[in-house]
């Protein structure tokens, strides 16, 4: 996500990764810490560097096949160092990958369309974008990649993964999957991915639906541009769909919730130094009294979980669905001088009432599951007519999931 209120911004889930381009969530739009020469180079001394230099003299002198690629000896002292803080969240991006990620945040890209992170060490898939070859293809939120072409990608970086699972539209890679203990075969045909954000529809009971699949840098536009036409008709009730919505940028973020919240707070990030920066949305939305439900899954994050948990907290409306994907972390992304870029975790976001869903996620006010897939079964969707019976005054039952040992749900 790159954000439109300062040039270098990120949020990741991350790490996470879309397969055709870098993924991005929940960019901070104020950068309150630069990483350029002369911020922390005072603190470190000559000597805690010597060990770097013997070892860089030392490849360059003895070691066997010459000459070594000092760029690539560069980068990977970079990726290092940041692996090295254990947060996945912080990250080099290669110059390739900085521009993948600014491709997918401005609307297109080619590769399989799935966003990932590296969850102990496994490749695993957040949600597949809408529309995206890896959404036909059936992959699942949850999924974790074990292979690409016959190469284990248990343990790998996510840019060295993503480097094998993308590729150039009309290209086929091969996929294991490992889905509930089960691995999976799977081909996906590579496709150039254009993401139009933002889609909505009158459903027959009156209701308007409107589904964000991510929150690119002109989602709030394609918004305020549906709202409209979807208000003249007089709706009863409005369902905002996030399921499988990975999230995207912070500003961007606080301008949709302007539309459904009156004058107040959507957010607060929290520095490490203790700092608190509120962020609030003025009194001028267009859809700030119709009665509102949010749908939530698993694959809902970051940016999504801003969004719901605003509404939840300002009492704006009620969310249906399954607990959230939990990355509550804000990053800032620099792009450096080799049109690389490095994201860094700056601050967490907590929700209007203060409260951290880092790892923890969203808890919706209704349980509601949907039902397990079955080959040439079309499934009910349960979690919207979940929604479209509450907003039609009807009582509907949560279905809270089996505890686990630890007496946290599963």
């Not at 002109?218 to 990975?246: F, S, V, W």
């Not at 019976?389 to 630890?406: R, V, Y």
């Given at each position: 996500?790159i954000s ?9 889930i ?26 922390a180079?005072a603190?470190?001394t000559?000597?805690?560097?010597e060990?770097f ?5 030392l ?9 070594v690629d000092?760029?690539?000896?560069i980068e ?5 160092m ?5 947060d ?9 990958d900085?521009?993948s990620a600014?491709?997918s945040?401005?609307?297109e ?16 898939v957040?949600?597949?974008i ?6 036909e293809?059936?992959i699942q939120p949850?999924d974790?990649?074990r292979e690409?072409d016959?190469?284990p ?6 840019t ?15 996929l ?10 799977i081909?996906?045909?590579?496709d150039?991915?254009k993401?139009?954000?933002v889609r909505g529809?009158?459903?027959e ?20 541009d549906?709202?409209?036409t979807?208000?003249d008709?007089n709706?009863?009730?409005?369902i ?8 995207g940028?912070?500003?961007t973020?606080v301008?949709?919730a ?13 520095f490490g130094?203790?700092e ?13 009294e119709i009665?509102m439900?949010?749908?939530?899954d698993?694959g809902s994050a970051?940016?999504?979980?801003v969004?719901?948990g ?8 009620i ?8 990355k509550?972390?804000?990053q800032t992304w620099?792009t ?9 975790t700056i ?5 209007p ?6 790892q ?17 079964v ?6 919207l ?5 509450f ?8 279905i809270?999931?089996?505890?686990d040992?630890q007496?946290?749900?599963?």
């Amino acid at each position: 996500m790159i954000s439109r209120l300062a040039t270098s911004v990120t949020a990741a889930i991350l790490a996470v990764f879309i397969f055709a381009g870098g993924y991005v969530l929940a960019q901070s739009p104020i950068a309150p810490v630069q990483v350029f020469p002369g911020t922390a180079v005072a603190t470190t001394t000559n000597e805690q560097f010597e060990p770097f230099w013997e070892v860089w003299g030392l490849v360059h002198d003895r070691y066997l096949r010459q000459p070594v690629d000092d760029d690539a000896l560069i980068e990977g002292a970079i990726d290092g160092m940041l692996a090295a803080l254990g947060d996945p969240h912080t990250r080099y991006l290669s110059p390739d990958d900085q521009l993948s990620a600014q491709e997918s945040m401005d609307g297109e890209f080619q590769g399989i369309g799935a966003e990932v992170e590296d969850v102990d060490g496994a490749i695993t898939v957040v949600a597949p974008i809408d529309g995206s070859p890896a959404q036909e293809a059936g992959i699942q939120p949850g999924d974790i990649l074990r292979e690409a072409d016959g190469v284990p990608l248990t343990g790998m970086d996510v840019t060295e993964a993503a480097a094998l699972v993308r590729g150039p539209a009309g290209t086929t890679v091969s996929l294991v999957i490992e889905r509930n203990g089960e691995l999976l075969n799977i081909d996906i045909v590579r496709d150039v991915i254009k993401l139009a954000t933002v889609r909505g529809e009158m459903l027959e009971e009156g209701i308007a639906y409107v589904r964000l699949s991510r929150f690119g840098n002109n989602t709030d536009e394609e918004l305020a541009d549906l709202l409209p036409t979807l208000l003249d008709q007089n709706p009863t009730g409005l369902i905002l769909d996030l399921r499988r919505n990975p999230g995207g940028a912070l500003d961007t973020t606080v301008e949709i919730a302007d539309q459904f919240l009156t004058e107040g707070l959507v957010l607060v990030e929290r520095f490490g130094d203790g700092e608190l920066r509120p962020f609030e949305v003025d009194d001028d939305g267009l859809a700030q009294e119709i009665p509102m439900v949010v749908l939530i899954d698993e694959g809902s994050a970051s940016a999504s979980e801003v969004l719901a948990g605003a509404i939840q907290d300002r009492g704006r409306g009620i969310i249906i669905g399954q607990i959230s994907f939990g990355k509550g972390t804000v990053q800032t992304w620099h792009t450096l001088s080799n049109n690389g870029g490095v994201r860094v975790t700056i601050a967490e976001w907590l929700t209007p009432e203060e409260s951290s869903i880092d790892q923890i996620g969203l808890t919706p006010d209704y349980y509601i599951p949907l039902p397990e897939p079955a080959p040439g079964v079309e499934l009910e969707d349960t979690q919207l007519q979940a929604a479209i019976a509450f907003l039609q005054g009807e009582t509907i039952i949560s279905i809270p999931p089996e505890p686990d040992p630890q007496g946290k749900p599963e």
